[in-house]
């Protein structure tokens, strides 16, 4: 597998610039990897950013890319959401948390962004559950992740007001209905995981995350039985180095799994001070969840190390794919330090 990094510096929105530092934010990829969506985060610990910092596009034309605010009502100020797309235009964001605790100021709320139309026509709008009809959400927790697959959205973990949490649940698009799913009984509640589509999307996996420490442990849930596998992917994850707050996909066209970066040592400050991060690249096996190898930073442009960063990823016309990655928290707890730059991982096939 050739991997190759390469920063991206789009040029300033004329009027309100470019977004500063963060981190527990989002960032989705839409319109085929022409357009970039930043949403959330924090740029002072658990401090959500205020509205004219909120959300921001960058997109790609002719090889340049650019930023633009978006300025239109958006949700809740919030950190620690998980966000996900849906059809290429159209970004869902659950939960999150406007306080410091895990349960204070915790949400539960559905968002949707539709971004379909021409730039400047985004539109924000609430997703109302249908509570006099049994419609039951999550509830609300924050360091939870999402992913779509067709028309269901899929929300695993977070941190909660009881605690951590390894539980699974589905939005149906189609319908607007919440269903509570199977959680896992062999993971411990953890928040930061990567989760991630295996097996052409036929399996849901989750790998590593904190559980009151870092875990390279994992658990996968069939979509077409609706249950957990009877084992865990503790032997299969031999090798991994412990972590949560990653930035990862899945490409099954490459036959791969992609986990970026992380924390590898918690702070002993907590959220106020910055542990130990990593810029390392794993590979799993996209079938299986293996693990295949992990490959460090070398002399060429790479990021550097990080974790409560995120991204999302694109597959490309030649059968590659592409991973964005914005962010995130880097330094130690004596200088915890926050990022705003924006890179792109190239994965292509050995030749």
């Keep these: 597998m050739i991997l190759s990094w390469e920063k991206i510096v789009p040029k300033d929105d004329p009027e309100h610039g470019s977004p500063c530092e963060r981190s527990s934010h989002g960032l989705s990829v839409l319109k085929g990897g022409k357009l970039l969506i930043l949403y959330g985060g924090e740029q002072v610990a658990r401090t959500p950013l205020e509205p004219a910092q909120t959300t921001w596009a960058a997109e790609e034309v002719d090889g340049a890319w650019s930023w633009r605010l978006i300025?239109?009502?958006?949700?809740?100020?919030?950190?620690?959401?998980?966000?996900?797309?849906?059809?290429?235009?159209?970004?869902?964001?659950?939960?999150?948390?406007?306080?410091?605790?895990?349960?204070?100021?915790?949400?539960?709320?559905?968002?949707?962004?539709?971004?379909?139309?021409?730039?400047?026509?985004?539109?924000?709008?609430?997703?109302?559950?249908?509570?006099?009809?049994?419609?039951?959400?999550?509830?609300?927790?924050?360091?939870?992740?999402?992913?779509?697959?067709?028309?269901?959205?899929?929300?695993?973990?977070?941190?909660?007001?009881?605690?951590?949490?390894?539980?699974?649940?589905?939005?149906?698009?189609?319908?607007?209905?919440?269903?509570?799913?199977?959680?896992?009984?062999?993971?411990?509640?953890?928040?930061?995981?990567?989760?991630?589509?295996?097996?052409?999307?036929?399996?849901?996996?989750?790998?590593?995350?904190?559980?009151?420490?870092?875990?390279?442990?994992?658990?996968?849930?069939?979509?077409?039985?609706?249950?957990?596998?009877?084992?865990?992917?503790?032997?299969?994850?031999?090798?991994?180095r412990p972590r949560s707050v990653c930035v990862s996909a899945s490409f099954p066209s490459l036959g791969v799994s992609v986990i970026f970066g992380g924390e590898v040592d918690p702070s002993e400050k907590g959220h106020e001070g910055a542990g130990g991060f990593a810029n390392d690249v794993v590979l799993l096996d996209e079938k299986t969840g293996s693990y295949i190898i992990c490959k460090p930073a070398d002399d060429k442009p790479w990021p550097e190390e990080r974790g409560w960063s995120d991204g999302d990823h694109v597959h490309d016309a030649n059968g590659g794919g592409k991973l964005y990655v914005y962010g995130g928290l880097s330094g130690d707890d004596s200088n915890p330090r926050r990022l705003n730059d924006l890179w792109r991982l190239d994965i292509q096939p050995s030749k």
């Design 71 to 240: 300025s239109s009502p958006c949700p809740p100020a919030r950190v620690a959401h998980a966000q996900c797309v849906y059809d290429d235009s159209v970004i869902y964001v659950f939960g999150g948390r406007a306080g410091i605790t895990m349960g204070e100021k915790a949400m539960n709320d559905l968002w949707k962004l539709d971004c379909s139309g021409e730039p400047g026509t985004e539109t924000w709008s609430l997703v109302t559950p249908d509570l006099e009809n049994g419609d039951q959400p999550p509830e609300a927790r924050s360091f939870h992740k999402a992913l779509c697959l067709g028309t269901t959205v899929y929300v695993f973990g977070g941190c909660g007001a009881n605690g951590r949490m390894a539980d699974l649940h589905s939005f149906d698009i189609s319908t607007s209905k919440w269903r509570a799913l199977p959680a896992s009984s062999l993971l411990r509640g953890r928040g930061g995981p990567n989760f991630m589509t295996f097996d052409s999307g036929k399996l849901l996996g989750v790998v590593a995350g904190f559980c009151g420490e870092e875990s390279n442990d994992g658990h996968m849930f069939d979509i077409a039985s609706g249950s957990w596998q009877e084992e865990d992917m503790t032997k299969k994850l031999t090798g991994l």
